[in-house]
């Protein structure tokens, strides 16, 4: 790959990671998400909900591709099937993301917002409605960990493979994708519990390192290449 398909793909992962993590801390994290009723007061008075998740999910797709564009340089043989398999797993990802946006970002808020104007005859009803598409929420939560943490290792193993890359920067993606996955079972199991959230959350912030690190790294060896030309 050239020079500038890597810095493509660095820049990819750097504005995906960065707008990510935007979008997750325009969210409201005071209310228990497991509390229902407390998490649901806390979303109804949020005026950035749908803009906060149509953030994050564009993150998710930028870095989708700028996994696509890293597998590229995973090959080690020629007919080796571990960057398709993690192009494959960045495609899932952005697939599973783009779902689970659509019904937490645009359905969920939708209910809440009907729950918080409801009468008090017509609440209840309207909690259950709202309790509904939030179990679809953590079904698609608990398949995304799963799904991206898996995508992860794979670049992790990827680049323990090659000689291109640091090999901390492949134990960094596997520690932080296998953290993902637990995180997805848990989840699965357990809903937005203490549990789950002790396990996404840490790995979550492992995983962004991770893609500002190799982001970062063509134009660090652009420069140092540049650096060695002047010296000669």
């Keep these: 790959m050239s020079e500038e398909g890597s810095r493509t793909g660095g820049?990819?992962?750097i504005g995906g990671a960065l707008l990510l993590l935007l979008g997750t801390l325009l969210h409201p994290m005071?209310?228990?998400?497991?509390d229902s009723?407390?998490?649901?007061?806390?979303y109804a008075g949020d005026r950035l909900w749908i803009a906060s998740h149509l953030g994050q999910l564009l993150g998710v797709l930028l870095i989708a591709a700028?996994?696509?564009?890293?597998?590229?340089?995973?090959?080690?043989?020629?007919?080796?099937?571990?960057p398709n398999l993690a192009a494959g797993g960045a495609i899932l990802m952005a697939a599973v993301a783009t779902f689970l946006q659509a019904v937490d970002g645009i359905?969920?808020?939708?209910?809440?917002?009907?729950?918080?104007g409801a009468s008090a005859e017509e609440q209840a009803r309207a909690l259950w409605s709202?309790?509904?598409?939030?179990?679809?929420?953590?079904?698609?939560?608990?398949?995304?960990?799963?799904v991206s943490g898996l995508t992860f290792v794979l670049?992790?193993?990827?680049?323990?493979?090659s000689s291109r890359f640091p090999s901390w920067l492949g134990w960094l993606a596997v520690v932080g994708g296998a953290g993902s996955v637990a995180g997805g079972v848990a989840?699965?199991?357990?809903?937005f519990s203490s549990l789950a959230m002790s396990l996404t959350m840490p790995s979550g912030a492992v995983l962004l390192m991770w893609m500002l690190a190799v982001g970062f790294l063509p134009f660090r060896r652009g420069a140092a290449f540049a650096g060695h030309q002047r010296l000669h």
């Design 66 to 82: 700028g996994l696509i564009v890293l597998s590229g340089q995973l090959g080690q043989r020629k007919r080796d099937a571990l």
């Design 155 to 161: 670049f992790g193993v990827g680049l323990l493979r």
């Design 130 to 146: 709202a309790y509904a598409v939030r179990q679809v929420e953590i079904g698609g939560a608990a398949v995304f960990a799963l």
């Design 30 to 34: 005071g209310a228990d998400p497991n």
């Design 187 to 191: 989840t699965a199991y357990t809903g």
């Design 107 to 116: 359905a969920l808020i939708r209910v809440v917002d009907a729950w918080d």
């Design 37 to 42: 009723v407390a998490a649901f007061a806390e």
């Design 11 to 13: 820049l990819l992962l």
